[in-house]
């Protein structure tokens, strides 16, 4: 064994903390990327999960929605069900994107536990998560009525989140289409 | 006023820390006996001080202070009595408290029983003990203090415990998986303090043998733990689901077991030196970056803990500050332990190599697979999420190889065995652990599956290997008298690795032939599973103290008679709104009966989801045969006796040298 071989852990480690140091100073993912707070949805036509139909950017215009993105593969966004079943059913709309997922695990999945979703886009390559910043499943944003995205919530949407962040924010947004 | 005398220990402890981590050291270079001798009584006052403050909190909890911003956020006054105790580790703050109060726990363990080491090794080894937990009560202090108060207004009522952590498994996983990772501390300054004295001889080893073994029982015991509330608690029928936060808990096992084998080479034929030394500060470092990712928000997880980037950089710069430097010690002074004795291609010695390259190689995977998704988004090259399938390619065949050389390597002699000799040893139980594989998998199922074949081979294969061991190993003296005469550290090896072979039965049989259902039931319907029959018997309401529960009835039948009856709920936490499922489960030992409520349809009829689990209970036995196999081993009498006789004393010979694994 060489003598500077020896040196390599000490190299490997410094490398991991730069990348680690990177990790925490990119941007809050907690908190929507500057660029998109308050941009529209990015452009895209993707098929629906539950019927043979596109979806567009544009035909989602017009009423305040959550935008759930979720997979079945995802632990968290299951542990996150519930909750959004209980949103919807008190009369919140939300839409969910199916984000890497196959159709069929996915719709498996919804006759299992309920859909809360109006219906949901079938992202199947993850390209509009990859335009929303998406950075691990569930995200949920919240679109108003002219298709831009008002909010970001990162990670499980839970009771707390829901009842004093995100379910304000939507009463007020349904109020200000009203005028 | 109870808190901020909380806070005060706090300040003390941190205080006799920054003495601990000064004086034994300075003294053990200058040679003053008083100095060094100061190790053990800061030791015992940091952890009484520690012990105070963490009183303190608990008593916060108990007469629920909700002037305690800490409390405040994690109890309520309708939380049960144990859950308030359990909610002082419910969250960051609490749980770190927790952590350093093991952390000094250990620190006075070794403290008390360092009579038997050199006072030169003992002061270096509690000096750097000291300074570990100096960065951890700084890291309290500085930037999560449990005590903080919310004045002038307190709030009436607390925002309850997370419903997920309200739960008797969440009562014991936090604590035993900190003695665990905190264990590894003692190691870690054992081998710092060896590598400061530029000495590391076999007496070393012996010393920091069962310490490392208690940490990696503790260990072991609380992923198992873990595992366990993730399956009956989550409701999604698996045990493992390679979350961030369950990797951050293996990969210090994973390099810990592997230091545990290479320790014993140590001790038994004084090899592998620099190459333990690397492992023990590897395998701390592990439980700090595992700290670290739970509690920077790095990575979003299930169960991490609130994110802070401040918290998060506290530790990165003392991941930087502590491991960099013991890192680079090592660089500099790994030559001075070097070994030079050699021992041939087929030998104990070559296999233990195998199962660390296995270990070290299984923990890299874990290690790249929990941060290639933040490698990728640094470059701005994308957002991937690695999941399951990535881990279980790598991990299953990984995990094969180390079970298949486990059967030579318990078999194998020390220093040299030839070719023709070891042939003669295993040519039998190759061929019967094969045949036995692939008969097990055609009779058992009516599908023949490869990969199930294979692992009952492999079980086998372990098995019988640890057998032939026993016999060989009682062979001159016959196999009753023999088998009295084994040491401790030689049973508990064994044990252990029977506790890896019914690991290796769960995990094949649970994964291989499980047969779940969705299905749509009403009241009075019944449904077929495998070889049983479910009914649904509907759905109550049904009251907690601080939930209301929608309470599943379902009857299982096999071959039309009733063998039991579970209770699947869905809980509506009252304070925080949160629903949280709780699964149904009639456990066997041979099968697992799961029953998980979905969500009412309508009508009385609800979504359920019935699971029938071959062997998955032996996951968690095989598990507790490891830890059981670990203990045995530390009860060895060899670590006990006093060091000057040990150092005298002839080496170990016949069986107590196959002793040496465990």
């Known amino acids: ?179 | 006023m109870i808190p901020e005398l909380g806070l005060l220990a706090l300040i003390l402890a941190t205080c006799l820390a920054i003495l601990q981590s000064i004086l034994p050291l300075v003294g053990s270079f200058t040679g003053q006996v008083r100095w060094m001798q100061t190790g053990k009584n800061l030791a015992i006052g940091q952890f009484f001080m520690v012990l105070l403050s963490f009183i303190c909190l608990v008593y916060a909890f108990l007469t629920n202070d909700f002037s305690v911003s800490y409390v405040a956020s994690n109890s309520s006054t309708l939380l049960p009595v144990i859950y308030k105790i359990t909610a002082t580790w419910g969250g960051h703050e609490g749980s770190l408290l927790l952590w350093i109060l093991t952390l000094v726990g250990w620190g006075m363990a070794i403290a008390l029983r360092s009579e038997k080491l050199p006072l030169v090794l003992s002061s270096r080894v509690l000096a750097v003990l000291g300074m570990v937990s100096v960065g951890f009560l700084l890291f309290i202090l500085l930037t999560s203090n449990p005590f903080t108060r919310i004045l002038p207004f307190p709030p009436m009522e607390g925002s309850d415990l997370n419903p997920l952590l309200q739960d008797f498994g969440m009562i014991i996983h936090p604590p035993l998986l900190y003695m665990g990772y905190v264990g590894f501390a003692a190691a870690f300054a054992f081998a710092i303090a060896a590598l400061i004295g530029g000495q590391l001889d076999s007496a070393w080893a012996r010393w920091a043998r069962p310490w490392t073994t208690v940490a990696w029982v503790f260990l072991t015991a609380g992923i198992a733990v873990g595992s366990w509330w993730a399956y009956y608690e989550l409701g999604w029928g698996g045990w493992w689901f390679w979350d961030p936060v369950e990797n951050a808990s293996l990969m210090p096992w994973l390099s810990g077991t592997a230091l545990m084998h290479s320790l014993a080479v140590t001790e038994k034929r004084g090899l592998f030196k620099s190459w333990t030394l690397l492992l023990a500060i590897a395998t701390f470092s592990l439980s700090l970056f595992g700290t670290f990712l739970v509690r920077s928000g790095v990575l979003t997880s299930v169960h991490a803990f609130a994110s802070d980037p401040t918290r998060g950089l506290f530790i990165l710069i003392y991941l930087l500050v502590v491991v960099g430097a013991s890192l680079a010690l090592f660089a500099l002074k790994a030559p001075d332990v070097r070994s030079t004795i050699r021992f041939g291609l087929l030998s104990r010695e070559t296999l233990l190599l195998v199962n660390n390259v296995v270990l070290v190689a299984s923990c890299a995977t874990v290690l790249l697979g929990t941060m290639f998704p933040l490698l990728l988004d640094a470059l701005d090259l994308g957002m991937i999420s690695v999941g399951p399938p990535y881990f279980n390619t790598v991990f299953v065949p990984l995990a094969m190889i180390l079970a298949f050389a486990l059967g030579f390597g318990v078999i194998l002699n020390w220093k040299h065995n030839s070719t023709q000799w070891l042939m003669s040893q295993v040519r039998w139980i190759f061929v019967v652990s094969a045949l036995g594989g692939l008969l097990f998998s055609l009779f058992y199922d009516s599908r023949f599956l490869i990969s199930e074949a294979l692992a009952m081979g492999l079980v086998f294969w372990m098995v019988l290997a640890m057998i032939r061991d026993i016999q060989n190993k009682t062979r001159n003296t016959g196999l009753l008298q023999g088998v009295r005469k084994l040491k401790p550290a030689f049973w508990g090896m064994h044990l252990a690795h029977l506790g890896v072979a019914v690991c290796f039965i769960g995990v094949a049989l649970s994964e291989g032939y499980s047969v779940q259902k969705d299905l749509r039931m009403a009241p009075g319907q019944m449904a077929e599973v495998g070889d049983y029959a479910f009914r649904f018997d509907g759905v109550s309401r049904k009251n907690g103290p601080n939930y209301v529960s929608d309470y599943g009835r379902v009857t299982a039948f096999r071959d039309g008679r009733e063998i039991g009856v579970l209770n699947p709920e869905k809980r509506l936490y009252v304070v925080q709104q949160m629903p949280m499922t709780e699964a149904g489960i009639n456990a066997g030992l041979t099968r697992d009966l799961y029953v998980a409520l979905g969500e009412p349809l309508g009508d009385g009829s609800w979504a359920v989801r019935l699971y029938v689990k071959p062997f998955v209970r032996w996951i968690w036995f095989g598990s507790i045969l490891m830890s059981l196999g670990g203990l045995l081993a530390v009860s060895d009498r060899r670590y006990r006796v006093r060091v000057r006789k040990k150092i005298s004393q002839p080496r170990a010979t016949g069986a107590s040298l196959a002793g040496g694994q465990a």
């Open chain 1, 1 to 179: 064994m060489k003598r500077w071989t020896l040196f390599l852990p000490l190299g490997f480690f410094l490398i991991l903390c730069t990348l680690l140091l990177a990790g925490l100073f990119m941007e809050d993912k907690t908190v929507l990327r500057s660029v998109l707070l308050n941009r529209p949805l990015p452009e895209f036509s993707l098929p629906v999960l539950e019927e043979e139909r596109q979806v567009t950017q544009d035909e989602m215009k017009g009423q305040v929605y959550l935008l759930n993105v979720w997979g079945s593969w995802c632990p968290a966004c299951k542990a996150e069900h519930s909750q959004l079943v209980n949103i919807a059913s008190d009369g919140f709309s939300i839409v969910g994107i199916n984000y890497k997922d196959s159709p069929e695990l996915a719709l498996n999945w919804l006759s299992h536990s309920g859909s809360p979703y109006l219906y949901n886009i079938q992202d199947t390559d993850g390209r509009l998560g990859l335009d929303l910043g998406v950075y691990g499943s569930p995200e949920t944003f919240l679109i108003d009525q002219e298709g831009v995205i008002r909010y970001k919530h990162v990670g499980i949407l839970d009771g707390k989140v829901w009842n004093e962040k995100v379910k304000p924010l939507y009463e007020m947004l349904e109020e200000e289409a009203k005028l």
